[in-house]
């Protein structure tokens, strides 16, 4: 089991490219950021082809809004582009925040903060470089991922590092959409996970939800491949 407080993890190195239903599957869930926020659809998959990676991560976070909140956890899982997505390495952290009064106290509840659980986290600045250490080239890919987007820009410009990433991003739940139809009644990460018999590593930590959104995807690949 991977530790969900700190550490890249390997698991592999091993690289390939992505076949053509690969992409094919991978396709309805490509999108770009827009200018002021938000996420348009691609229809050209050929940076998603020229992709060897997807750098599958999830946040959480001190409220909704990039601007005023702050990221309180990351995650991310590095997985080849290629076959069923084989795992290269992954990394999470804990996050110090720096402006815990603008928080929401909902949020706050929902991620388990407190002063003393979040003692040993790491600075914004560290948590950025090391995720852009796993993740560089790699295109950024998660469930419901817009938010994530957002956050993520705004954590790279307040840290002064430019976008290092894949010019395109992928969300998955379009692809679960898409794949599962009227097998799923809800299209939420714990929805689908158990409904795909897949076991949760943990609630609201960002680590244990990137392997969660990542054992999704592996198995809606493994599906595609089969139809």
């Given at each position: 089991m991977i530790e969900a407080t700190g550490g890249i993890q390997a698991r592999g190195t091993t690289q390939g490219m992505a076949d053509s239903r690969l992409i094919e599957l991978l396709t309805a869930g490509l999108r770009t950021p827009v200018e002021g926020g938000g996420?348009?659809?691609?229809?050209?998959?050929?940076?998603?082809a020229a992709a060897d990676a997807l750098a599958v991560v999830d946040f959480e976070m001190?409220?909704?809004n990039p601007r005023m909140h702050e990221l309180l956890d990351a995650g991310i899982v590095?997985?080849?582009?290629?076959?069923?997505?084989?795992e290269r390495s992954s990394w999470g952290e804990r996050i110090h925040p720096k402006h815990i009064g603008n928080a929401v106290p909902g949020a706050l509840k929902v991620v388990g903060y407190s002063p003393k659980a979040w003692k040993q986290a790491i600075k914004l600045e560290?948590?950025?470089a090391r995720l852009v250490d796993v993740g560089r080239g790699a295109v950024i890919t998660g469930w419901g991922i817009g938010q994530d987007i957002s956050f993520l820009t705004e954590?790279?410009?307040?840290?002064?590092?430019?976008?290092?990433?894949?010019?395109i991003v992928l969300d998955i739940q379009p692809?679960?959409?898409?794949?599962?139809?009227?097998?799923?009644?809800?299209?939420?990460?714990?929805?689908?996970?158990?409904?795909?018999?897949?076991?949760?590593?943990?609630?609201?930590?960002?680590?244990?939800?990137?392997?969660?959104?990542?054992?999704?995807?592996?198995?809606?690949?493994?599906r595609g491949q089969d139809s």
């Open positions: 996420l348009a659809i691609v229809d050209d998959a050929s940076a998603l001190s409220g909704p590095l997985c080849e582009l290629s076959g069923v997505l084989p560290e948590a950025m954590s790279l410009r307040r840290t002064g590092m430019e976008w290092p990433f894949a010019p692809i679960a959409r898409t794949l599962l139809g009227k097998e799923v009644e809800r299209f939420n990460l714990g929805h689908v996970a158990d409904r795909l018999g897949i076991g949760r590593m943990g609630e609201h930590g960002a680590l244990a939800d990137a392997f969660a959104t990542y054992d999704v995807l592996v198995k809606l690949v493994e």
